[in-house]
């Protein structure tokens, strides 16, 4: 079973800033949280993670709360591209563990 | 760099048929996974290869599913027979350890299964 909470679906407006929030209350110490992104039609794509740090690259930026149970993707100005299904999973450090999905949210970024 | 390849992108084919599906990972990647999407719903891993050796397979039926990676490169997930409910897209995926604990999985744009 997937062990985060996600909204199943948000909107958000073209040039404006995506939040998308994650809840994993029982995240363990030596898990990571890893962001996903599917648009239509196409495979998972990687977008960041990170352990207990805030992590930001070119594509976004990764919250997560000192106490680790919750954390927040922010896309800074959301284009038309960025619709897509969101999952946010925590998986354990350890090199080649399955990645478990859950339903993720449906962004839609509208014009 | 080139991403993962799937081959083919769209497959229907009618219950009791068997289908085959292929995968090249990305250079340099010795694990490749195989997941199966169902209409809605996130990926499940099916069977996880490190080089040529299946690790993990314990989600993958084993009845009519079967898979190789005979060199491994590249790898073929088959199922014969087919059955309706096996209806969905099947990513393949691969990795590489790094110096780092965690490594990140790249997927390819998967197969659309039609089982009419």
Known sequence: DAKTTQPPSMDCAEGRAANLPCNHSTISGNEYVYWYRQIHSQGPQYIIHGLKNNETNEMASLIIT???KSSTLI????TLRDTAVYYCIVRVVDYGQNFVFGPGTRLSVLP | EAGVVQSPRYKIIEKKQPVAFWCNPISGHNTLYWYRQNLGQGPELLIRYENEEAVDDSQL????????RLKGV?????IQPAELGDSAVYLCASSVRTGASTDTQYFGPGTRLTVL
Do not use: I, V
């Not at chain 2, 039926?61 to 190789?68: G, L, Q, T, V």
């Not at chain 2, 590249?74 to 088959?78: A, Q």
């Open chain 2, 74 to 78: 590249d790898s073929t997930l088959k």
């Open chain 1, 75 to 78: 896309l800074p100005h959301a």
């Open chain 2, 61 to 68: 039926p084993k009845d009519r599913f079967s898979a190789e």
């Open chain 1, 66 to 68: 000192e106490d680790r």
